[in-house]
C-alpha cells in the first residue's frame, strides 16, 4: 500500500521559515518524480514545486521561485519543501505527490499517481 506523509506544518508568523516533510512508503520512492501542491480556501490547487526523478532538475511555480526549496533524500525515502521569508498569502494546505512516468508535465497535478493528505501552514501577519 503507498503511503505519503507530510508533516512540518504549522502556525508561523509572517517572515520566518519552514520545512516541510514527506515520507513516502509502499514503492521504489527513487523511481518517482515528486511533487509539492498547495490549496488555499475557496482556491484551486496550485503547483508549488517539482523535483525530477534523478533530483537535479527542478520546477517552481511562480510564488515559490526564489523562497522555496524542493529536494529530496531518497535513501530516507522523503521529499523536502523548505519554505522561507512566508507571507500570509503562503497559507494553505500542502500537499506532497509522486509519479513514475516520465512523458507528463511535473508542473501538473494530473500527472501525479499518489497523494498525501496534506499539512496545513497557516502564516500570520
Known amino acids: 500500500q503507498v503511503q505519503l506523509v507530510e508533516s512540518g506544518g504549522g502556525l508561523v508568523q509572517a517572515g520566518v521559515s519552514l520545512r516541510l516533510s514527506c515520507t513516502v512508503s509502499g514503492l521504489t520512492f527513487s523511481y518517482y518524480h515528486m511533487g509539492w501542491f498547495r490549496q488555499a480556501p475557496g482556491k484551486e490547487r496550485e503547483f508549488v514545486a517539482a523535483?525530477?526523478?534523478?533530483?537535479?532538475?527542478?520546477f517552481y511555480g511562480e510564488s515559490a521561485k526564489g523562497r522555496f526549496t524542493i529536494s529530496r533524500d531518497n535513501a530516507k525515502n522523503t521529499v523536502f519543501l523548505q519554505m522561507n521569508s512566508l507571507k500570509p498569502e503562503d497559507t494553505a494546505v500542502y500537499y506532497c505527490a509522486c509519479y513514475i512516468h516520465d512523458n507528463r508535465d511535473l508542473k501538473s497535478g494530473g500527472s501525479y499517481d499518489y497523494w498525501g493528505q496534506g499539512t496545513q501552514v497557516t502564516v500570520s501577519s
Open positions: 523535483m525530477h526523478r534523478r533530483g537535479g532538475l527542478t
